[in-house]
């Protein structure tokens, strides 16, 4: 099989595409490896992967392209014409998107447009995509299920990725392209952002300073660790979309369609206290907290939890490590990096 993965020097790109190395797929890996957060760690993953894929003798091509560039997308597939994709590239935060709509622009519509018209012409197998948690916005009823409607996004960022899933339904439609959107619960682990909150506070926490925990610590969230993410994004492009027999327009169903198209979430459906996440955090690096309690960030939302029974009946996996498992071994992982 040859995948072309994008996003691959990214946190879930990475850990995705090392697996599918190790497992004996082409890969062809395409990022930017932009500055978003320090370029540093996304080069020492491309290293890791040119290590993996050296040890196992795999077919592996790494691409720096920006994927808003059609031209660059289209050589790309013309030269290497991938069985499926897997897209992961984004421009993610809710915060930041805040302060830099445009930058989300560029990386979520204009660059997924040019994924779906590639695969499109190339007639690709399969496209899997990276949705997220933040598209259920003002949602309060839990557990978030994708059979509900997601119109009322709480921030661009989650608008953004609410249009990649509208868009790439309208090719399922037109085009027949088998497409299946991931929404994803608060990922973590390691090799993860450095603007994500575990990374954040394990730093801060180290050094000694005070730790902001916004809403006063009492969200809630739906902690994913990251190989869970990786093996439910896998065994999703492995089975490939097809329509929903079922479906009816008079009642449709937002998760699936008469045409070739699938939404599933992927998280852990068992949501967590963030005190309870910092206490994991201390009990792993075995230091106290100093708590600076700061309100609700605008564009956050209080509470997620995943329902995963539909990825569950799907492929037969659902996402399971404890948070406390988890991380530890991130902080394992940060100590031996940072030499910490």
Known sequence: MKI?????????????????????????????????????????????????????????TFIRANLADQQAVNDIFREHGPDRVIHLAAQAGVRYSLDNPHAYVE?????????????????????????????????????????ASVDHPLQFYAATKKANELMAHSYSHLYRLPTTGLRFFTVYGPWG?????????????????PIQVFNHGHHTRD????????????????????????????????????APYRLYNIGNNNPVKLSTYIEAIEEALGKHAIKELLPL???????????????????????????????????????????A
């Open 297 to 339: 960030q605008p564009g956050d939302v209080p509470d997620t939890f995943a329902d995963s029974s539909e990825l569950e009946r799907a492929v037969g996996y659902k996402p399971a490590t404890p948070v406390k498992e988890g991380v530890g071994n991130f902080v394992t992982w940060y100590r031996e990096y940072y030499d």
């Open 193 to 209: 952002r450095p603007d994500m909150a575990l990374f954040l506070f394990t730093r801060d926490m180290l050094a000694g300073e």
């Open 107 to 147: 990386s979520n519509i204009v660059a997924f447009t040019n994924i779906l018209e590639a695969c499109r012409f190339a007639k690709v197998e399969h496209l899997t995509y990276a949705s997220t948690s933040s598209v259920y916005g003002a949602n309060t009823h839990m557990p978030f299920s994708e059979h």
């Open 4 to 60: 072309l993965v994008t996003g691959n020097a990214g946190f879930i790109g990475f850990h995705t595409v090392k697996r599918l190395l190790e497992r004996g797929d082409s890969v062809i890996g395409v990022d930017v490896v932009n500055d978003y957060y320090d370029p540093a760690i996304k080069e020492a993953r491309l290293c890791v992967l040119d290590e993996t894929a050296q040890r196992v003798s795999a077919d592996y």
């Open 223 to 258: 902690f994913t660790y990251v190989d869970d993410i990786v093996e439910g994004v896998i065994r999703a492009s492995d089975q490939i979309a097809a329509p929903n027999p079922q479906w009816n327009s008079d009642v449709p169903d937002p998760a699936t369609s008469d």
